[in-house]
């Protein structure tokens, strides 16, 4: 007997990223059926359903499946599903936002016809409530038809998909509806045709019941659309169309209206103003002021002129403006954006990941309990009700096991989630923080250290050179011009502020053998000067001079204690194996640097200074900024073992950075956090992306503002959780009939179908006063 190899792992080259969007999910239920019916498909290496978005997002193997093989896998299942395709959408193939309101549209109208079924109901049975019999409508016959097109034509797709759902092994919230309401259907459907069973008829309760459902999932389906309003507006942002002109002759020429996914790269488009800005690019001429505040968060509009970059969505506001196009379609930074905040919804917290186990096997133990409920009445109702009144225990027993079928809700506990962190993320990208999943909140609401990045973090990242210290017969131009010569071929900050002083200086700068970089240390190169001999020129700090066994002398290791109690970073020179003076910079702190990390200290948090500067300059900027706690002359790749070190003493850290270097502590720290200005590696490896830098403009105060949504968003997480289970964990109960032999008091079956179809509601109304209380000044810092 041979043993069944495993199928070999997919090369990266063939793993691919899908979105499909799912129709069909009722409750977390359907989330756990749709998730395991794709990784039961080979190829498929992860599956993740939102169940708010109703989307799922499928890495997969390009040489095992295809994308409409998954679709159609899914929709022979009950959960209709087509592929989104982002690089080349069809006109053909409507959007998720289309389906959206075609969706919509159609409850609405399920709605309309259960709440015209449910008033002739009630007229039927205005003689019961003290009114006056109406002819017809209070026949039983009357009654019996009413029920039946209730259940043939609003509620024919819930017994639809409820029926399926039940067999492929996947039972949801439908099923438990079309359950309860077919029972007492039938159940009247029996007592009418045998009138010896002395049940009575109950045709009114399927549709009374149907009506709150239908009721309470169309506020549910409003409640859904506004946790999506943010997401919906950040696609509504781009402009379809744009006006394309000639670079020769933009002054007269009025231009073509073509669609914006027509354009090529190197393209002219004019925006005039009110317009909003079609494409990445960058303004080739006029000047205006542009609106950033959707992107970024930032309330001021920003002056742009020739040469400055623009974005596309945001709204050009002063005048005229020719724009070279750099990026259209989805290589835009909106596109981008919106690309993210949808992946970011998909990515579950870990404590939706068990709230989605639990509401998977959620459908199976309602109806054991509903079985049990029905055996437990029907074997002993009689003696735990004896003294009151006649009763039949067949039929008390079925009005029990329906309610209870019609009261449990695992929508409630799969909705209390995600939309908390739909809202949230959403909520973040209106403010320039982009938040990369519901683990990224998770992780960032418990965090107690904020470790800082100095250079270009703190500091705005622009040094310029402050003083220039020769040794001997040197002076200050020579030395200036051997250091610019090293550092022409580097792209430091400070090799960019060597490079400005010496062209301030108009110096020219000589030919150099290769550029030998070492970070976190310096630099060296053979310089070729037309006029001095051939040297081997360094420039870097003391420990790697001092490692090529280069002596500093006393009057420059003095001069850089002086130097740095100032806060500037200081560097040496040597040439061939002598040194020959010292170059000093200062690079001025973020305004809203030493408030931000007031800020922090205030909510409690532990706040680092991380930097590979020397230790004397990294305590002066610790000291402008109220810092006590500073790591200095810690090399790039150590950053991630002090990271390390804060978690192994059980510190959940959150680290702050912007270049490649940061990049490795970023991945390490629990929570990550770039700035927009960074390098693609840093905005790669980030768990949280501050994009205030779209006009260069970054804020730091958004790092406080993401640990407050963050908390509001589990605090919100935590009441919706709370709600949900303790619904179900009262109310199931008493559906089965706790409170009837002591109190007398039992859930018919429209009662028990209006909690269920409310408690939703509540949960989703619930995570969307997120919104207000985060907005609200008077409950910063206290979420």
């Avoid at 020179?573 to 030493?594: K, Q, T």
Wanted: charged residues 15%; contains cysteine.
């Amino acid at each position: 007997m041979t043993t069944p190899q495993a199928p070999p792992a997919p090369s990266p080259q063939s793993v691919a990223t899908l979105i499909l969007d799912v129709e069909g999910m009722q409750c977390a239920g359907c989330v756990s059926a749709v998730e395991r019916q794709l990784r039961q498909q080979d190829g498929v290496i992860t599956a993740c359903v939102n169940l708010i978005t109703a989307i799922a997002v499928v890495e997969y193997d390009l040489l095992v499946i295809e994308p409409a093989t998954m679709a159609a896998y899914l929709s022979q299942r009950g959960f209709p599903s087509i592929p989104r395709d982002r690089e080349t959408p069809t006109t053909d193939q409507p959007s998720w936002r289309d389906r959206a309101r075609v969706e919509q549209r159609q409850q609405q109208q399920r709605l309309a016809i259960a709440a015209i079924l449910l008033f002739f109901s009630a007229l039927g049975h205005w003689g019961h409530w003290g009114g006056p019999m109406i002819p017809v409508l209070s026949q039983i016959s009357s009654h019996w038809g009413l029920a039946t097109l209730a259940i043939l034509i609003p509620g024919r797709e819930i017994f639809i998909d409820g029926a399926r759902s039940l067999r492929y092994g996947n039972p949801n919230m439908n099923t438990l509806i079309a359950l309860g309401t077919g029972s007492a259907y039938l159940a009247s459907c029996a007592a009418l045709i045998w009138p010896g069973l002395g049940w009575d008829c109950f045709f009114d309760e399927p549709v009374m019941l149907l009506g709150f459902i239908f009721l309470g999932r169309t506020l549910e389906g409003q409640a859904r659309r506004r946790a999506t309003a943010a997401l919906e507006a950040l696609i509504e942002l781009q402009p379809q169309t744009a006006r394309l002109v000639s670079a020769t002759d933009f002054a007269q020429e009025a231009g073509i209206e073509i669609p914006v996914r027509s354009l090529r790269v190197g393209e002219w488009v004019r925006v005039l103003p009110g317009e909003k800005i079609p494409v990445d690019g960058q303004v080739m001429q006029g000047q205006s002021t542009v609106d950033e505040s959707m992107l970024t968060g930032e309330s001021f509009p920003v002056v742009k002129g020739v040469g400055d970059r623009v974005t596309a969505g945001t709204l050009n506001q002063g005048a005229m403006l020719a724009i070279q196009v750099e990026q259209v379609g989805t290589d835009t930074t909106l596109a981008k954006i919106t690309a993210a905040v949808e992946a970011a919804q998909s990515r579950k917290a870990p404590i939706q990941r068990l709230a989605d186990q639990l509401s998977g096997y959620f459908a199976y133990g309602v109806m054991a309990i509903a079985l049990l409920t029905f055996s437990l009445w029907s074997l002993w109702g009689e003696t735990w009700l004896e003294g009151q009144g006649e009763m039949v225990a067949s039929l008390l027993s079925l009005k029990l096991a329906i309610a209870v079928l019609v009261v449990a809700c695992p929508c409630a506990l799969g909705l209390a989630t995600p939309t908390a962190i739909l809202v949230a993320t959403s909520l973040g990208a209106e403010q320039g923080l982009l938040i990369k999943g519901g683990d990224s909140l998770e992780a960032a609401h418990r965090v107690d250290t904020v470790v800082f990045d100095k250079t270009g973090t703190l500091t705005q990242g622009c040094p310029h050179m402050t003083d220039c210290y020769p040794l001997g017969n040197w002076s200050e131009r020579e030395l200036l011009q051997w250091a610019a010569s090293v550092e022409q071929g580097s792209q430091h900050p400070l090799a960019t502020a060597i490079l400005n002083a010496a062209q301030r200086e108009t110096l020219p700068l000589w030919p150099a053998g290769e550029l030998n970089s070492e970070p976190g240390y310096g630099a060296s190169a053979q310089l070729y000067p037309p006029d001095q001999p051939v040297g081997l020129c360094r420039v870097g700090n003391a420990r790697w001079l001092m490692q090529a066994g280069i002596t500093i002398p006393e009057i420059l290791t003095a001069l850089t204690e002086t130097l740095a109690r100032d806060g500037k970073t200081v560097i040496y020179l040597a040439l061939n194996d002598a040194c020959i003076g010292l170059l000093a910079f200062s690079d001025p702190l973020r305004p809203e640097a030493a408030p931000t990390v007031k800020h922090l200290q205030d909510l409690g948090l532990n706040v680092v200074l991380l930097t590979g500067d020397q230790p004397a300059a990294a305590a002066a900027i610790a000291r402008q900024l109220g810092i006590t706690d500073v790591i200095a002359q810690v090399l790039p790749a150590n950053k991630a073992m002090e990271i390390a070190q804060r978690q192994a003493q059980n510190h959940c850290v959150a680290m702050v950075g912007d270049g490649i270097n940061d990049a490795p502590a970023l991945a390490q720290a629990d929570v990550g956090i770039a700035l927009g200005s960074g390098t693609d590696v840093a905005l790669e490896t980030a768990d949280i992306i501050l994009l205030g830098s779209l006009s260069s403009t970054v804020n730091l105060g958004g790092i406080a503002a993401v640990l407050r949504l963050s908390q509001a968003t589990f605090a919100k997480i935590r009441q919706n959780l709370i709600w949900a289970l303790g619904y179900n964990g009262l109310l199931i109960p008493i559906a089965a009939g706790l409170l009837l032999p002591q109190w007398g008091f039992l859930f018919s079956p429209p009662m028990a179908g209006a909690l269920m179809a409310f408690s939703s509601v509540i949960v989703v109304t619930n995570s969307l006063l997120l919104r207000d209380r985060f907005f609200d000044p008077r409950h910063h810092g206290k979420n």
